[in-house]
């Protein structure tokens, strides 16, 4: 998906002393698309090794689940060859696609909280209108570094009604608040989790994109007589729109494989979390309580195949926008 | 990117600093051209100052139970010390509770990380280098693949890992946890995009003259210049490994192997299964311990991520 985000970047990226050095050897093609005049194997003994590990953690593991998804177990203990069963399966499972019902809500109410508030928090940090702005950062930046794991249990027994936030409130006011562990509102839980944990990594996504915008366009725009709105509107929003599209893209892959924080808090709240709470929780209960792994890689493919869709049609959605403005 | 670097350190990075003493330069600065301080906004003072409570709270709500003893845990207020003061002995319990299997873990993560991210930041580096400075046969066959590769989430992967490894017979062992980490496909960008403007071609090119071996070149002369870039990386892979959940709750089966996260999961979920024995002061205190050197490493390599993702981001 950032295949095309990259793309269109390198003869912008190859500086120009490179293309007279090329040039003057005279030995690169006319086509400009070559960019080294040596081309031998020497690059392979710093990429080989990377590729070695890459091919048995990426490659090899996605043709083997490819491999399996087209089998099926049978009662005598070995594989049987069922063709795309499994796929056929998949796709009329009515708990497959209820947890990606839950994970697109997830995605299209966390996400744009989540990147609203990171990216108002970025530009505040970049308003010189704000002080200590190096505590900020580092603050808000604080929780990305802290254990998933330990995240959730953290807010689980805030949420909880023995030794939490939540607990402490009903006790003071003698109320009874729903309980945020529930099935209507365990969503927004974990939605207010995972906002938590990366709200502080996508701002500084923003904040560093912000900080690359050239100085002499703020300049202009202060000549110009504009606002600090109009600034933002006009010179930051367009000039970080990659970022954007980046860190928009992270957070839909991190919606689609939403995994680790449902799988704790089940512990805590099993009424509200099932074994199908989300595609990846499903694969995973699919291969390990209910030992299916053939129709669990075919879950797994298809979850991914939809992530990937899903992200490259976000990419798309922000090349598009670049070619309008 | 070295536009960009160069902003980032002489034009911004000296203003930002001097924001926290406006006052004092006030006169100074009213020559110079520096434009873009103005009067400290009160409005963005409390919002942003709500946004670091809600960062900040469950910190500190962390750092004051881990003092409580079980009773009071259960019985005051959850947001400020009370009771006795027993953080020393809920550490001793901790590191004792079950024969000391917390330091195990502690040690299994140590192990993790340091293999893991370090090879990872090491492949990363080498590889970035590689490509952004090497023209070889099936260079753009490794582009795309690794490209493609960025869109797919590991936990998406962690079910097919599972599924070869254990056709390996590798699962339950640290190798099944550690090998999967030394692949950060991100890093490799990031590294190939800072490498590409970072090293110039006629550098490399005067140390082929002097007869330097390629090998030599890159540790000699390439390293040195990639350091942001490898810092990043370093910073990004050893928080992946240390808080790494999914992969190794997986692969392992064997509680000697968990890492910290698969540990301390355990002992929360044993309070509800039946017959368990709660242990919440004990995950607690923990938690703290698995977060204080994390975030202290985090704390101490942030301060390279200017440099080095300004250029992943921007790109």
Request: glycine residues 8%; charged residues 5%.
């Given at each position: 998906m950032t295949v095309a985000h990259v793309h269109a970047q390198p003869p912008a990226g190859v500086s120009t002393e490179t293309y007279a050095t090329v040039a003057t050897t005279g030995t690169a093609s006319k086509g400009g698309r070559r960019r080294r005049a040596r081309r031998d194997w020497a690059g392979w003994w710093f990429v080989g090794p990377f590729m070695l590990i890459f091919g048995l953690v990426f490659v090899a593991p996605l043709l083997y689940a490819m491999y399996l998804s087209l089998f099926r177990e049978t009662l005598m203990g070995g594989n049987s060859f069922v063709g795309l069963e499994n796929y056929a399966k998949a796709m009329v499972d009515p708990k497959f696609w209820e947890a990606m019902l839950r994970v697109s809500i997830f995605l299209l109410v966390q996400v744009p909280i989540m990147l609203g508030l990171a990216l108002f928090a970025a530009l505040a940090l970049d308003s010189a209108r704000l002080r200590w702005v190096p505590f900020y950062r580092l603050s808000i930046f604080l929780p990305y570094a802290v254990p998933g794991v330990v995240a959730v249990m953290i807010w689980g027994y805030m949420y909880g009604s023995q030794f939490g936030l939540v607990a402490d409130i009903n006790r003071f006011f003698g109320v009874e608040l729903p309980s945020p562990l529930a099935e209507n509102f365990i969503l927004l839980s974990i939605g207010n989790i995972v906002t938590w944990e990366f709200v502080g990594y996508n701002m500084l996504i923003f904040f560093s994109a912000l900080k690359a915008v050239p100085q002499d366009l703020y300049e202009a725009a202060e000549i110009d007589g504009a606002g600090t709105f109009r600034t933002i509107f006009s010179i930051k929003l367009p000039s970080i729109r990659g970022a954007m599209v980046i860190a928009t893209i992270f957070s839909v892959i991190g919606s689609f494989q939403l995994f680790n924080e449902p799988s704790i808090l089940q512990t805590i709240a099993p009424n509200s979390i099932t074994t199908y709470f989300t595609p990846n929780l499903y694969a995973f209960n699919l291969s390990f309580a209910g030992s299916q792994f053939n129709y669990a890689a075919a879950i797994a493919i298809v979850s991914g195949v939809i992530t990937m869709v899903v992200a490259y049609l976000v990419q798309l959605a922000g090349e598009k926008n670049e070619t309008k403005s | 990117m070295s536009a960009v670097d160069t902003a980032a350190r002489s034009g911004r990075a000296p203003s930002r600093l001097a924001s926290g003493k406006v006052a004092r330069t006030e006169t100074k600065r009213a020559k110079t051209v520096t434009p873009r301080h103005k009067r400290a906004s009160v409005t963005l003072g409390i919002l942003m100052t709500l946004m670091l409570l809600y960062c900040l709270v469950p910190l500190w709500w962390l750092v004051v139970n881990s003092t409580k003893t079980m009773?009071?845990?259960?019985?005051?207020?959850?947001?400020?010390?009370?009771?006795?003061?027993?953080?020393?002995?809920?550490?001793?319990?901790?590191?004792?509770?079950?024969?000391?299997?917390?330091?195990?873990?502690?040690?299994?993560?140590?192990?993790?990380?340091?293999?893991?991210?370090?090879?990872?930041?090491?492949?990363?580096?080498?590889?970035?280098?590689?490509?952004?400075?090497?023209?070889?046969?099936?260079?753009?066959?490794?582009?795309?693949?690794?490209?493609?590769?960025?869109?797919?989430?590991?936990?998406?992967?962690?079910?097919?890992?599972?599924?070869?490894?254990?056709g390996l017979g590798l699962t339950n062992t640290p190798w099944s946890v550690i090998i999967p980490s030394m692949v950060s496909a991100f890093g490799l960008y990031l590294v190939w995009v800072y490498a590409r403007e970072a090293i110039p071609d006629e550098l490399l090119e005067a140390a082929r003259l002097d007869g330097a071996g390629e090998i030599r070149i890159f540790f000699v002369i390439a390293l040195r210049q990639l350091?942001?870039?490898?810092?990043?990386?370093?910073?990004?892979?050893?928080?992946?490994?240390?808080?790494?959940?999914?992969?190794?709750?997986?692969?392992?089966?064997?509680?000697?192997?968990?890492?910290?996260?698969?540990?301390?999961?355990?002992?929360?979920?044993?309070?509800?299964?039946?017959?368990?024995?709660?242990?919440?002061?004990?995950?607690?205190?923990?938690?703290?311990?698995?977060?204080?050197?994390?975030?202290?490493?985090?704390?101490?390599?942030?301060?390279?991520?200017?440099?080095?993702?300004?250029?992943?981001?921007?790109?």
């Open positions: - | 009773d009071s845990l259960y019985n005051s207020f959850a947001f400020w010390f009370s009771g006795e003061f027993a953080l020393f002995q809920n550490i001793v319990d901790t590191f004792t509770y079950k024969d000391g299997i917390f330091l195990r873990w502690l040690g299994n993560t140590l192990v993790y990380v340091v293999v893991g991210a370090g090879g990872a930041t090491l492949l990363a580096t080498l590889a970035g280098y590689g490509l952004a400075k090497y023209n070889f046969p099936g260079r753009k066959w490794v582009f795309a693949i690794i490209l493609g590769a960025m869109a797919i989430p590991a936990s998406a992967l962690a079910v097919p890992q599972f599924l070869l490894f254990s350091a942001p870039a490898l810092i990043t990386v370093l910073m990004f892979t050893v928080v992946a490994t240390w808080n790494n959940y999914f992969l190794p709750l997986i692969m392992l089966s064997d509680a000697q192997w968990y890492p910290l996260p698969v540990g301390l999961a355990q002992w929360a979920a044993q309070s509800s299964a039946i017959g368990g024995q709660a242990v919440p002061n004990l995950v607690i205190t923990g938690s703290l311990l698995t977060v204080i050197p994390i975030s202290a490493a985090f704390l101490y390599l942030q301060r390279y991520w200017q440099s080095g993702l300004t250029a992943g981001s921007v790109k």
